[in-house]
């Protein structure tokens, strides 16, 4: 498994910015398709943003197209979310998870961290 550690979340005003980062070591980061999920108080777990290992193709969720950006840097086993445009609706506990492959489950999951976006 890989194991993987999230920061960069925090407190920001609506139409503001931030950028999480996922720390991964252990399985060959640079073979795993991962992805970015966030979770609101009441509400399921989505799957806001994954990027493929293999040529990079993303995927995004409606609500966040146009306005978050999924990267990775393989030489620093490092996975980003660019958060630009924050509106209040995005506020929830951002989780950076890892898979095997395109139809596997998310096996390796990060403990999280919290994005609250004020009006």
């Known amino acids: 498994q890989v194991q993987l550690v999230e920061s960069g979340g925090g407190l920001v005003q609506a139409g503001g910015s931030l950028r999480l980062s996922c720390a991964a070591s252990g399985r060959a980061f640079s073979r795993q398709y991962m992805g970015w999920f966030r979770q609101a108080p009441g509400k399921e777990r989505e799957l806001v943003a994954a990027?493929?290992?293999?040529?990079?193709?993303?995927y995004y969720a409606d609500s966040v197209e146009g306005r978050f950006t999924i990267s990775r840097d393989n030489a620093k086993n490092t996975l980003y979310l660019q958060m630009n445009s924050l509106k209040p609706e995005d506020t929830a506990v951002y989780y950076c998870?890892?898979?095997?492959?395109?139809?596997?489950?998310?096996?390796?999951w990060g403990q999280g961290t919290q994005v609250t976006v004020s009006s």
């Open positions: 990027i493929s290992w293999s040529d990079g193709t993303r």
């Open positions: 998870a890892a898979r095997i492959g395109p139809q596997s489950p998310y096996g390796s």
